[in-house]
Structure formats: structure tokens, C-alpha cells
Nanobody, 129 residues
Framework: QFQLVESGGGLVQPGGSLRLSCTAS????????LGWFRQAPGKEREGVSC????????NYVDSVKGRFTISRDNAKNTVYLQMSSLKPDDTAVYYC??????????????????????WGQGTQVTVSS
């Protein structure tokens, strides 16, 4: 069974850091680009960051550039999102997603995001003092 599992969310003060992990089971991520998405209450889901299958290409939405870093360890079948200088506006449920043939776009979103087959269950990130 193909599965993605996120971890690492939590409550952090503004300016703090968190590292999210997305681990795949039942399949190898080696040939998959992967994206991180988030959805805040009352807002649409947005692509935050994505990474190509080789890790050579990474992209970010403008609001997180310089603060978030995406990386992958194919040996561990895991993709990470290091989040620093967190702001209250970063509060959301964060999801990882992938699909064979998906493309990491310059906007930081995995395309086509509306029809990706594999999604994790989400991890809550709350930035608050």
C-alpha cells in the first residue's frame, strides 16, 4: 500500500523553527518529485515548496523564500521541510504529496496539484506566542 506519512509539526513561537518529514512506504520515492502544501482555516490550499526526484531542483512560494528549505534523502525514502523564522501566517496543516510524472514548478507547487494521487494525512503547524 502506497503511503506518505508526515511528522514534525507542533506549536512554536514566532521566530522559531521546525523540521517536517515526509516518509514514503510501499514505494520508492527515487523517481518522484514531491511537494509540500499547506492549508490554513478558511483559506485555499497552497503549494509551499517542491523538489525534483534527484533533488537538483527546488522551488518555493514567495512567502517562504529564504526561510524554508526542502531536501530529500532517497536512502531514507524521506523528504524534509526545514522551516525557520516562522511567522503566525505560517500556521496551517502541512501536507506532502506526490505522483509519478508530477513536475516541480517555479512557483513552488507540484503540478498537477489537483489530481495528485498520493497525499499524507497532514501535520499541524501552529506559530503563536
Amino acid at each position: 500500500q502506497f503511503q506518505l506519512v508526515e511528522s514534525g509539526g507542533g506549536l512554536v513561537q514566532p521566530g522559531g523553527s521546525l523540521r517536517l518529514s515526509c516518509t514514503a512506504s510501499g514505494f520508492s520515492l527515487d523517481y518522484y518529485a514531491l511537494g509540500w502544501f499547506r492549508q490554513a482555516p478558511g483559506k485555499e490550499r497552497e503549494g509551499v515548496s517542491c523538489i525534483s526526484s534527484t533533488g537538483e531542483s527546488t522551488n518555493y512560494v514567495d512567502s517562504v523564500k529564504g526561510r524554508f528549505t526542502i531536501s530529500r534523502d532517497n536512502a531514507k525514502n524521506t523528504v524534509y521541510l526545514q522551516m525557520s523564522s516562522l511567522k503566525p501566517d505560517d500556521t496551517a496543516v502541512y501536507y506532502c504529496a506526490t505522483d509519478l510524472g508530477a513536475v516541480c514548478t517555479s512557483s513552488g507547487s507540484l503540478y498537477p496539484s489537483q489530481v495528485l494521487d498520493y497525499w499524507g494525512q497532514g501535520t499541524q503547524v501552529t506559530v503563536s506566542s
